[in-house]
């Protein structure tokens, strides 16, 4: 079998007895403050051999079970990706959006993923940081920095990373502390978007026992957004800063025991939650008017229609709608104006690992997380004044309140939304693992996690200041929600391996996982002219305890054949499950009196229709892992087939102006991935390459939400057979590497990645959503430096082709309706990539 890594790299190996009993005292300081991870050791790799930590322990690329694509950190390096959306033409069957008030991003794999529309769903693809696994897509908001490697495993994995691996992991692994002391920094600008980059880091050993690794990276982008000229708005460009420091502890007191501790702090701040989103003007072909009032007021919506132009139309909110903030909203203390976003993450994680015996070692990884995410934006996109009345009545004896600030050329965004996620996580993994000489090893293990996620947002949904502020606040919102939602995950897993001979081994697990999620809903404040028409409730509302439970048994089965000592030939049945649980996405209507009635089955009605039940995932793999000519040639194939039941999804509806969140029946994916890399014969000289074909549909009768928002009466979509979205047929990339000798103090670098997207359909929403076509885009950049790494000085281009594509795309909020005598709206909001990068760099290392 592959064995677990016994003989660690340790900064200076001791002997001291001493080791169980400060490594139990160190979990129980960190207890409070730390998060799950794979054991992180001190690993210094002088071969050409990628390891991987698929299945918890350390396994080379080639010889595990997995279909896993690894990208190292020099790559990374090389083209300036420290962002998880920069990962995608590396990884042709992955997709990445980021924005947003809800979730704030999405990551999907194979076309499946989950909706960045809400805070409650967890991902389906498991965001693992060094191993600590994090529900919230936040954290695909934060940049990543100092880097060793990335893994992207596709397919179920929730044998070895629990609940919320249905689709596959992301997973980034930070670099440790060297065995001697150096030091690194890096100074980027980038011309396109007028960005400074600056980073670096220090590290080296403490003592005999202890090493440190510092790092940080801070980034400033003048022009992360650019708007759309006329547009309405203070800032003609929206920024973004971001700031991530790591510190790393690496402790090896004895040659028995390491323990490794991770501090890492995110600071993010942009101009706004809307992300690089456009305006698809529909096939009316025109912007279509933001109606409100039922349509008794239009607001022009000021969008060219354009959207492969770069540019926004990202009109700053009413000001009549802004002029104050509920209490105890963000922007209540934090609004200056302007749209905003605000995050902060502390993400800790302590690990170790202890050999109770030459055969069996005992693994501990601690985790805690801390995530506060503020944003204000408007979510209609767009609006220019005047407002009108479609009918000619003066908006002075509609909406009295608009009338005195509705200006040519005035800001009329509407449809704002600030929303607060506060989310607290502690989670805690033991494994034990064995080593033994003969045909048989296995895992065992358990993990616990706790979470505590406060959602809070206000909202305009109506948006009824128009007319006239709240007379008894004097707020300009239409209400405030708080939702709390408090989780508990139990799980134990175990796994086998048998090596039945020298060739052929068989593996496999099962994993048992119960989840609790208590939500409970406050309503503090409804505008007083919206509750006293009987559609909202009043201020005050409080919910009791909406419960959710589920457990399941998730069982993996693997068998591997080392046909040579370069051919792996595998099979895998996978299984997968992501937890369900309660919207928060729900307005303050009158429908939520119902939580107070007397009877129990109103009660339970009313909680019923809030929950959404668990995803699940079963199917299989089958795969070639092969090197040749002498090991300079490596191909890899693998084909899969998964069926996913109770895929979750939200869709928003426009006829009740809210997302509504249900479970889409089945989705079957299946296809063919490639991965190869040649290291040729001429010296310095690299090419790699990766091809997928996927196949994702709905395999059974899927209604979507249908377009009177009232479900049962015939008008439901049916899109069985239809493709799953963000999922292209086919996707793939071809790179080089080239670096050549300049005398015996300098060396020539260039390199180049081109990827390639067929089209892809960009919702699930109805039969005719919008389809992205098939693009393009290249990656390229030259160095000179020391052939050492004392030194480089590069030119990096990213995108160089200045192609946009959509990620995703949803109708737009706020639409008129028929007979509002208005056009019928049909315009789509699509969220889109980020433009051409071109980047000069300068870089050190002593």
Same mark, same amino acid.
């Given at each position: ?10 900064? $200076? ?119 600590? /696994? ?86 400033? $982008? ?202 607290? /996580? ?37 948006? $009824? ?55 409970? $809903? ?180 899927? %209604? ?124 789509? %909001? ?17």
């Amino acid at each position: 079998m592959t064995k677990q890594t016994k003989s660690r790299t340790n900064i $200076i190996s001791g002997t001291s007895a001493r080791g169980l009993l400060m490594g139990s005292a160190a979990t129980l300081v960190f207890a409070g403050f730390a998060v799950p991870a794979h054991a992180q050791e001190s690993f210094e790799d002088s071969s050409n051999i990628i390891t991987v930590t698929a299945r918890k322990q350390r396994e080379t690329l080639q010889e595990v079970p997995v279909t896993v694509t690894a990208i190292g950190g020099d790559t990374l390096d090389k083209f300036q990706v420290d962002q998880v959306a920069d990962v995608v033409s590396r990884v042709p069957a992955l997709t990445v959006s980021t924005g947003g008030s809800g979730s704030g991003g999405q990551i999907a794999l194979r076309g499946v993923g989950s909706s960045s529309l809400s805070a409650a769903f967890d991902s389906a693809v498991a965001f693992d940081f060094d191993g600590v /696994q994090v529900s919230t897509m936040r954290m695909v908001q934060a940049g990543f920095f100092d880097v060793e490697q990335i893994d992207v495993l596709k397919g179920p994995q929730s044998l070895f990373f629990g609940k919320s691996a249905s689709a596959g992991v992301f997973s980034v692994r930070s670099a440790n502390p060297t065995q001697d002391w150096e030091a690194g920094g890096k100074a980027s600008y980038e011309f396109e978007e007028n960005a400074v980059i600056v980073g670096g880091y220090i590290s080296g050993p403490i003592s005999d026992t202890l090493g440190i690794r510092i790092a940080g990276q801070y980034t400033d $982008i003048d022009k992360y957004i650019e708007l759309e000229p006329g547009t309405p708005a203070i800032n003609m460009t929206r920024g973004k800063r971001d700031f991530v420091g790591r510190v790393t502890l690496q402790w090896d007191p004895a040659d028995n025991f390491n323990a490794n501790l991770k501090i890492n702090y995110v600071r993010n701040r942009n101009d706004g939650a809307n992300g690089h989103i456009d305006i698809h003007c529909g096939p009316n072909g025109r912007a279509d008017e933001i109606a409100l009032l039922g349509g008794a007021v239009a607001i022009p919506s000021g969008a060219s229609c354009n959207t492969n132009d770069g540019l926004y139309p990202l009109s700053d909110p009413a000001s009549v709608l802004q002029q104050k903030f509920p209490e105890g909203s963000g922007g209540a203390t934090r609004y200056k104006g302007t749209p905003y976003g605000e995050a902060d993450i502390f993400l800790g994680r302590l690990s170790w690992d202890l050999d109770l015996s030459d055969h069996l070692t005992l693994s501990s990884v601690s985790g805690y997380l801390s995530l506060d995410a503020d944003d204000y934006d408007s979510y209609a996109i767009g609006g220019v004044g005047p407002a009108f009345n479609p009918n000619g009545i003066p908006i002075a004896a509609i909406a009295p309140a608009l009338a005195a600030a509705n200006l040519p050329g005035s800001a009329q965004a509407a449809g704002q939304g600030n929303a607060r996620n506060k989310t607290e /996580q502690f989670s805690q993994e033991l494994r034990l693992t064995s080593d033994f000489d003969g045909m048989f090893n296995f895992m065992v293990g358990a993990f616990y996690e706790t979470r505590d996620i406060d959602f809070n947002s206000a909202q305009q949904v109506v948006p $009824i200041s128009l007319v006239a502020p709240d007379p008894v606040t004097g707020n300009t919102f239409d209400y405030f929600k708080k939702q709390n939602t408090k989780t508990e995950a139990l799980s134990f897993f175990a796994s086998t391996t048998l090596d039945i001979t020298d060739q052929l081994q068989l593996s496999g697990g099962l994993r048992w996982t119960e989840e609790n999620k208590t939500s409970r $809903i406050s309503v503090p404040y409804v505008h007083t002219i919206l509750s006293s028409g009987g559609a909202f409730i009043p201020s005050g509302f409080f919910s009791g305890p909406i419960e959710f439970k589920d457990d399941n048994f998730s069982p993996e089965l693997s068998i591997r054949y080392q046909a040579t000592p370069d051919v792996n030939i595998y099979g895998s049945f996978k299984t997968g499950f992501k937890s369900g649980g309660v919207d928060n996405s729900s307005l303050p209507s009158a429908g939520l009196l119902d939580f107070n009635s007397p009877n129990p089955a109103v009660r339970q009605a009313v909680a019923d229709s809030l929950r959404f039940e668990s995803e699940t995932g079963k199917g299989g793999e089958i795969g070639v892992k092969s090197q040749f000519a002498g090991r300079s040639v490596t191909f890899n194939v693998s084909g899969f087939y998964y069926v996913f039941d109770d895929l979750q999804v939200q869709n928003f509806n426009n006829a009740t102006i809210q997302f509504e969140t249900f479970n889409a029946s089945q989705l079957t994916s299946k296809g063919i991935d490639v991965e190869w890399a040649w290291s040729t014969p001429v010296s310095g000289l690299n090419f790699s390459g990766a091809m997928a074909y996927t196949d994702a549909k709905f395999s059974k009768e899927f %209604i979507t939400v249908d377009p009177d928002g009232v479900p049962n009466t015939g008008d439901e979509t049916d899109l069985n057979g239809r493709a799953a979205p963000r999922a292209p047929k086919f996707a793939g990339n071809i790179a080089f590497d080239w670096t050549a000798p300049l005398g015996n103090s300098m060396e020539f670098g260039l390199n180049g990645n081109l990827q390639y997207t067929s089209s892809y359909i960009t919702n699930q929403q109805t039969l005719n959503d919008y389809k992205q076509d098939g693009y393009v885009t290249v990656d390229g950049a030259v160095s000179i430096g020391h052939p050492d790494g004392k030194w480089r000085l590069s030119l990096i281009g990213v995108n160089l082709t200045d192609k946009l594509w959509t990620n995703s795309s949803g109708v737009r909020p706020l639409q008129a309706s028929p007979g509002m005598g208005l056009p019928v709206g049909d315009d789509l %909001i699509l969220t889109q990539n980020r433009g051409r990068q071109v980047f000069v760099e300068a870089r050190f290392k002593f």
